[in-house]
């Protein structure tokens, strides 16, 4: 039923929307991208530190927005809803929109749900930023009778976007775990 699908987006969205709060409300992203103790003067370290923490948050709230999109995307068939997150020349958003391209050939729509996230180091070099995250995720095809799981580490690489404010997934690589 399409009232209940719409339910279950919208709730999945506020959980994902929740977690984001929470990772900046009670992360640390300045454990990740310390400096060495010694290595700069403290003045330019704390200013360095602020910065780090900056990227670091926008870079987590760039992931969650795309992993709440995905579910979107997988259940309607398009790429519409990733596209805020994603570099449009990168080679990442051209692999997304032939997968959903060859699902809608197929009518192969699916229930794809985020059911955990953890994110590990982030690196930040100028415009340009790697994350890792560990990402578990239940997909159910159309028509099957359960949902599969799958966790994998997520490597992806984003740049910095002036023109819209925001850090854009280019590239990612998936390892199963």
Known sequence: ????????????VMLMAAVVVALMVWGRPEA????????????????????????SAAIRETLMG??????EAAALLRIDPLTPYLAPEGPFAARRASELAERQRR??????ILVRWGIGAITVSGDTATAVTQETWSNQEAGAVAPEQATVRVTYTLR???KVGRWLIVETSQMPL
């Open 107 to 112: 009518n192969a729509p699916h229930r794809s």
């Open 160 to 162: 910095w976007e002036a």
């Open 66 to 71: 795309y992993n709440a999109a995905e579910t």
């Open 32 to 55: 990740t991208n310390a400096s060495p103790v010694g290595s700069v003067p403290a003045t330019t370290a704390a200013v360095n530190s602020a910065d780090i923490a900056a990227s």
């Open 1 to 12: 039923s399409a009232g209940s699908r719409r339910w279950m987006l919208l709730g999945v």
